[in-house]
């Protein structure tokens, strides 16, 4: 009965020491957990504090696209008036044009008639 025991003690503590064994393994897992937790808090915050920074960025792009495009509607009002003014001033120096050419045909026909007149004389 004596040996019987002993098997049993030995069957026992074989048993204890792959429990510890185990416990040990446990306790290096759960440590290993813990790490890759607080590396995924860290991720976590970086994460958020990207998002935050990115979404400064949009805002402040969105705010130059406002400005950009009413800019952009300024410069065509102000490139429409200029087209006006242009054709404005074309017409106007076609007029000026047809007032100088009809000048200068009476003036010529003034210096004709002059100098036919002295001729004739």
């Known amino acids: ?3 019987e025991v002993e098997r049993r003690f030995d069957r026992i503590e074989s048993v204890l020491e792959v429990v510890a064994v185990r416990l ?3 306790e290096s897992t759960q440590e290993g957990l813990h790490a890759t937790q607080q590396d995924l808090h860290a991720s976590q915050r970086e994460l958020v504090s990207a998002q ?3 979404l400064t960025a949009q805002v402040i792009l969105t705010e130059k696209i406002e400005k950009l ?5 300024r410069t065509d009002k102000q490139l429409e008036a200029l087209g ?3 054709d404005e001033t074309a017409e106007h120096l076609k007029t000026l044009g047809e007032q ?5 045909g009476a003036l010529v026909n003034i210096l004709d008639e002059w100098i036919r ?3 004739n004389q």
């Open 1 to 3: 009965m004596n040996g």
């Open 24 to 26: 040990r393994d446990l």
């Open 52 to 54: 935050r920074h990115l």
């Open 69 to 73: 495009s009413e800019s952009q509607d």
């Open 84 to 86: 006006k003014k242009l």
């Open 100 to 104: 100088t050419d009809d000048r200068i």
């Open 117 to 119: 007149g002295q001729r």
